[in-house]
């Protein structure tokens, strides 16, 4: 199995689903439809579902995940309009969050831009 996710999460998901032939998934914050992807294993195997992305990224999800609903929304803990503060170095650090951890800032170059 070749896992797209940033810590093997898709490996540890498949133990739990792996005789689940057509499953349905839910990715809030899904960033990019490969890169640090924790669907796009399940995806190549027949499986579907909704992808949550306010980023950019979500015009990558909308042409490579046809299968998929794919929303450009946030989720957060209340209703109504917010600022997505996303960061042009790594858009997966991306947050409605405009104080960032000194360690996210370091550990990636590039700006930040309100959306």
């Not at 992807?37 to 990558?60: H, L, M």
């Not at 209340?78 to 000194?102: D, R």
Request: proline fraction near 3%; charged fraction near 25%; include cysteine.
């Amino acid at each position: 199995m070749l896992s797209y996710a940033s810590n093997f999460e898709d490996v540890l998901l498949y133990r739990c689903f792996r005789n689940v032939r057509s499953g349905f998934y839910i990715d809030i914050g899904a960033h990019h439809p490969t890169f640090a992807s924790v669907t796009r294993w399940f995806y190549d195997q027949g499986w579907s579902g909704i992808n949550v992305e306010p980023g950019a990224e979500i015009d990558n999800l909308r042409a490579q995940r046809a299968r998929d609903v794919n929303l450009a929304l946030a989720v957060a803990d209340f209703e109504g309009e917010a600022v997505f503060y996303e960061h042009s170095g790594c858009t997966a650090t991306s947050s409605l969050m405009e104080a960032t951890s000194p360690r996210v800032i370091e550990a990636r170059e590039g700006s930040w831009r309100k959306r």
